[in-house]
């Protein structure tokens, strides 16, 4: 059974750059689309983006300048950077990794990571 | 972009009680609708894809229906364990822009 854990600093100081790892356990991260999605407390969800285990990435339009992924398969890892992060930033992230139907446009996020919390603030 | 809105935004109701959610996009996403619980603290489960199909392990009270704007969410018979948050995702938009609804609150009455 695939399983997904968040890591990485809790707290990010204004203007700096949020640094995550997910690692996959239980199974190969190779041939699958994996997810970052985020969720400030008391809010809904925020997708931000996918990346292929080629490397190939798709980003929320509205993160796309401060975005990067990245994806180690000898590690079973993939990473999430976000740039000159703000007190809006602040929220549990959540990686997920993205199942597919037969159909190119089915798509579902499944299992996700338990997340984590990160908080911006000097 | 698409956009997803749900109804109700919040529920009150009684174990044992059919309970229905519906969520509708702003333009056609034919059956590409997932549906999804999730409890406070914890991450989101997967419980429908595909508008309908029930993921592995959900309990068969759940099921999903729709296609093209409007969705619902229904679950048969409320138990326990149900009281939580459910958000609907599309994943229809190319390229990939995959949407939550704002979600629904179903609470004890």
């Known amino acids: 059974q695939v399983q997904l854990q968040e890591s990485g600093p809790g707290l990010v100081k204004p203007s700096e750059t949020l640094s995550l790892t997910c690692t996959v356990s239980g199974g190969s991260i190779s041939s699958y689309y994996w997810s970052w999605i985020r969720q400030p407390a008391g809010k809904g969800l925020e997708w931000i983006g996918r990346i292929y285990t080629s490397g190939s990435t798709n980003y929320n339009p509205s993160l796309k300048s401060r975005v990067t992924m990245s994806v180690d398969t000898s590690k079973n890892q993939f990473s999430l950077k976000l740039s000159s992060v703000t007190a809006a930033d602040t929220a549990v992230y959540y990686c997920a990794r993205v199942d597919s139907g037969r159909i190119w446009a089915e798509n579902w996020f499944d299992p996700w990571g338990q997340g984590t919390l990160v908080t911006v603030s000097s | ?109």
């Open chain 2, 1 to 109: 972009d698409i956009q997803m809105t749900q109804s109700p935004s919040s529920l009150s109701a009684s174990v044992g009680d059919r309970v229905t959610i519906t969520c509708r996009a702003s333009q056609s996403i034919s059956s590409y609708l997932n549906w999804y619980q999730q409890k406070p603290g914890k991450a989101p489960k997967l419980l429908i894809y595909a508008a309908s199909s029930l993921q592995s392990g959900v309990p068969s009270r759940f099921s999903g229906s729709g296609s093209g704007t409007d969705f619902t969410l229904t679950i048969s018979s409320l138990q326990p364990e149900d009281f939580a948050t459910y958000y609907c995702q599309q994943s229809y938009s190319t390229p990939p822009l995959f949407t939550f609804g704002p979600g629904t609150k179903v609470d004890i009455k």
